[in-house]
């Protein structure tokens, strides 16, 4: 049963409001967000915790792999030790930065008219080069056609090999601690082959003296010329740099007539 006061209390509570729809700039219905999508979207951008464990494990393998620094140079630790000190006492320089040092040694072999008879001579070549200097050579060719030679413009006529670095002191060590020494009735290179700039230019006739090469496997005798480029200012600067590193210099006459 209902009494007088419960029906004051029905006519007396207010009807509650309508919740106001959203609506854009035109008047259109906007869209409700969803939130279940943007989470689920959050959850598929992360990784899982399995994929995340296997790819920090990764990480870490490769970090125990990681190959160890090269060593520096037998002949670089020398001159930075000896050479380095000698030369600042004999000529008296003011800073380190004067002191010659190696700047970089240039390889090249001619092919010349071998190349227009043989077409594999270039390819022979290119494997002797590579295999003595353990860098891939650049082709050089005719900058201009000479009937006399029959020799056209951009024909293939030599390699050439250019080692800074690392490879430049790895070179110039086995050059004159095992390859010059192998050659037959050898009484030391010559003192007189300097530019004037301290740069050094080597001639070999045989490139089976490197050791690198087999004998049985070429195909034909070639030369090259080795090229050291210093940054000494005078050859004798750079004869006395050489010498130190150990090129073996034939002895001056001036030695002979003392011995």
């Not at 630790?77 to 800073?95: H, M, N, P, Q, S």
């Not at 600067?237 to 130190?244: A, H, K, S």
Request: glycine share 6%; no cysteine.
């Amino acid at each position: 049963m209902t009494t007088e006061n419960d029906k004051d209390n029905e006519q007396t509570e207010a009807p509650k409001p309508a919740k106001a729809r959203r609506t854009t700039k035109d008047g259109a219905k906007a869209k409700p967000k969803t939130v279940a999508k943007s989470k689920a979207k959050a959850k598929s951008t992360r990784a899982p915790r399995g994929k995340a464990k296997a790819a920090a494990s990764a990480t870490n393998d490769v970090a125990k792999v990681a190959p160890e620094p090269l060593a520096v140079p037998r002949l670089l630790t020398r001159y930075r030790d000896e050479v380095a000190g000698t030369l600042i006492k004999e000529f008296e320089y003011r800073t380190p930065m004067q002191v010659p040092r190696l700047t970089k040694i240039l390889l090249n072999i001619g092919i010349g008219a071998e190349a227009i008879q043989n077409s594999k001579a270039i390819e022979s070549a290119s494997r002797d080069l590579m295999l003595i200097s353990g860098q891939h050579p650049i082709t050089t060719r005719a900058r201009k056609s000479i009937a006399a030679f029959k020799v056209r413009e951009g024909m293939p006529m030599g390699l050439t090999v250019t080692l800074r670095n690392r490879r430049m002191y790895e070179f110039f060590d086995r050059l004159v601690s095992s390859t010059l020494p192998r050659i037959r009735d050898f009484r030391g290179v010559s003192r007189e082959s300097f530019d004037g700039r301290g740069n050094y230019a080597l001639g070999i006739s045989e490139q089976v003296i490197f050791p690198e090469i087999e004998y049985n496997s070429v195909d034909r005798i070639r030369g090259l010329q080795v090229v050291v480029v210093t940054s000494a200012n005078t050859d004798r600067e750079g004869l006395r740099l050489l010498e130190l590193l150990g090129v073996p210099f034939a002895r001056s006459e001036e030695e002979l007539a003392v011995a």
